[in-house]
């Protein structure tokens, strides 16, 4: 089985350094795992040596400046583009097409704007 961990937003080593014990157990026991990041630098230094393959995640290539930091969770998705319909769109049909190509069983993910969209993937748990 092939199970997805995706990390969508955020920064620095904080989502992977979660999701590899986990990955490390899925795979312990037969399972195949596939990492979808939003940094593929970080990505290859951390998931590479440990053995774990890894696709870029779709982003938001031009985004809005706001202040720094972020006061919500909504500024933060503002940040990524999500007030762009059309760029939002292609990103939601990404991810379609990633997880045709990939045919991931469940997955993992712990920002899941979206992965999770419930327009985008209807059978998507809550």
Not at 27 to 32: E, L
Not at 71 to 92: D, K, N, P, Q, T
């Amino acid at each position: 089985m092939n199970i997805l961990f995706a990390w969508e937003l955020g920064a620095n080593f904080g989502h992977l350094a979660r999701q590899l014990p986990v990955a490390r157990e899925l795979t312990a026991r037969g399972h195949q795992v596939t990492f979808v990041v939003r940094d593929t630098k970080l990505a290859a230094e951390f998931l590479t040596p440990n053995g774990y393959r890894f696709i870029q995640a779709p982003l938001m290539l031009t985004k809005p400046r706001l202040r720094m930091p972020t006061a919500s969770y909504s500024e933060i998705l503002l940040a990524e583009g999500f007030h762009e319909s059309a760029a939002l769109a292609g990103r939601v049909q990404a991810w379609l097409n990633l997880f045709e190509i990939t045919q991931p069983a469940p997955f993992s993910s712990t920002t899941p704007p979206l992965r999770c969209s419930r327009r985008a993937l209807p059978d998507c748990p809550r």
